[in-house]
């Protein structure tokens, strides 16, 4: 079992910054990829943004040139830095982990509990 505890969340005000972070504990050794959900009220669930343990990462379209995927190995904690925030980016947000890929869908990860990111005036 792996355990995910995500902080770091928040209300900002658009054009702000943020920043998550997902430590994780447990069988680390059955991971070797962590991402980040989120889900706003009404809506599906989207994969934001992900990194392999070798160092690759990727991101959903809407957040490219403003989010940040990173890891830190010392720790294994990941984190997203958030810039240019909007009100689209108000949601729930999820770190996630497994072996293999991210999937859109989530299927096969572990969770953590979601921290909420609101961006309002």
């Known amino acids: 079992q792996v355990h995910l505890v995500e902080s770091g969340g928040g209300l900002v005000q658009p054009g702000g910054s943020l920043r998550l972070s997902c430590a994780a504990s447990?069988?680390?050794?059955?991971?070797?990829?962590m991402g980040w959900y989120r889900q706003a009220p009404g809506k599906q669930r989207d994969l934001v943004a992900a990194?392999?343990?070798?160092?690759?990462?990727s991101y959903l379209e809407s957040v490219k040139g403003r989010f940040i995927i990173s890891r830190e190995n010392a720790d294994e904690t990941v984190y997203l830095q958030m810039n240019r925030l909007t009100s689209e980016d108000t949601a729930v947000y999820y770190c996630?982990?497994?072996?293999?890929?991210?999937?859109?869908?989530?299927?096969?990860?572990?969770w953590g509990q979601g921290t909420q990111v609101t961006v309002s005036s």
């Open positions: 990194i392999s343990f070798a160092g690759g990462t």
């Open positions: 996630a982990a497994r072996w293999g890929t991210l999937v859109p869908s989530g299927l096969g990860n572990y």
């Open positions: 447990g069988r680390i050794g059955s991971i070797n990829a």
